[in-house]
């Protein structure tokens, strides 16, 4: 049975028993991570984390899409102070703090801020549609909501550099096989999968769940912080150079892009 929440534009924001479902819902945009919807992503998180009635959250793009990154028309212009000003990438450090178990549901493409989000949650669920890939090398970027920290430490460096340097992306089962998912479910079930999962979660004692949560997230986490913010700064400093503007432009254009290390 699912319950409906308060109404937001760029997101969906339901209930099914003790678990709060957020579906991002931009799908013509493959659910682009831009400014807008991230607030409401992070506001509908928080009401599910505030919501004694819940116990654990599920975070999903439905069975197409999770989210294809960053919005890359909102950052074409963008020089590094905008970048700065903005930090819209510090709005992931309030996901960062949510308590209650939180469980990606990730079909289709995870791609660059997709990717990163899905590794900031606790339990990844992918589809056997779902593709993995941090492509901001294609676009004169590098990744800049955690994905060099996170994905080394999951897929460690040899992997990374791969994923980072190229902008490969990695299928479902590839994603298992090193750790970067949970469980690899059928595409259609994705959801319900997920949901099930949360339905498991909140059978638990509750503290229990959020001390466990706590410990690991330390344990993962512990020294990512200072890398975390040399990649944010690196991120936002690279809005400097032409070839950013020009891979952003290029990607909005849909034709290839032209650097010449400037
Ligand atoms: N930002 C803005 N718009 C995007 C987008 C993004 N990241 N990804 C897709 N879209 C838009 C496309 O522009 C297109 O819009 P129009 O119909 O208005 O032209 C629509 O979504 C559908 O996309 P495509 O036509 O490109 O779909 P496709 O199936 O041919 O390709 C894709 C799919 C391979 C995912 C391709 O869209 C793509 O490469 N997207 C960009 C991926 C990317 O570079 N992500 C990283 C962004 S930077 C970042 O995330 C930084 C960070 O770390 C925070």
Redesign the pocket.
């Known amino acids: 049975m699912l319950a409906c929440m308060p109404d937001y534009e760029h997101v969906l924001s339901t209930s099914d028993g003790p678990v709060g479902i957020v579906t991002l819902n931009r799908p013509?945009?493959?659910n682009?991570?831009?400014g807008p919807l991230l607030r409401e992503m992070v506001a509908a998180l928080e009401a599910h984390d505030a919501d004694p009635g819940l116990r654990a959250i599920v975070l999903t793009g439905g069975p197409s899409v999770f989210a294809?990154?960053?919005?890359?028309?909102?950052?074409a212009e963008a020089t590094p102070v905008d970048m700065l000003v903005r930090d819209t990438?510090g709005m992931w450090d309030r996901v960062k703090k949510i308590g209650k178990p939180l469980i990606a549901a990730v079909a289709g493409?995870a791609?660059?801020?997709?990717c990163?989000l899905a590794m900031l949650c606790d339990i990844v669920v992918a589809a056997e549609n779902a593709r993995f890939g941090?492509?901001?090398i294609?676009?004169g970027?590098?990744?800049?909501?955690g994905?060099t920290q996170r994905l080394t430490r999951t897929l460690g460096k040899a992997l990374a550099m791969d994923l980072v340097l190229t902008?490969r992306m990695l299928g479902a089962e590839e994603a298992l096989q090193r750790g970067l998912v949970a469980r690899v479910v059928a595409t259609e079930l994705i959801v319900d999968e997920a949901v099930r999962l949360g339905k498991e979660l909140a059978k638990r004692p509750p503290i229990s769940v959020r001390m466990a949560k706590e410990s690991i997230t330390r344990a993962f986490e512990g020294r990512v912080d200072d890398g975390i913010d040399l990649e944010r700064k690196a991120?936002y400093l690279l809005f400097a150079t032409r070839d950013a503007h020009e891979g952003m432009h290029a990607?909005?254009d849909?034709r290839q892009p032209s650097y010449e290390g400037r």
Request: proline share 5%.
């Open positions: 013509r945009q493959l682009a991570l831009a294809a990154g960053a919005d890359i028309k909102e950052m990438i493409y791609l660059g801020g997709g990163e941090q492509p901001e294609n676009i970027l590098i990744p800049g909501a994905g902008g991120f990607f909005i849909k």
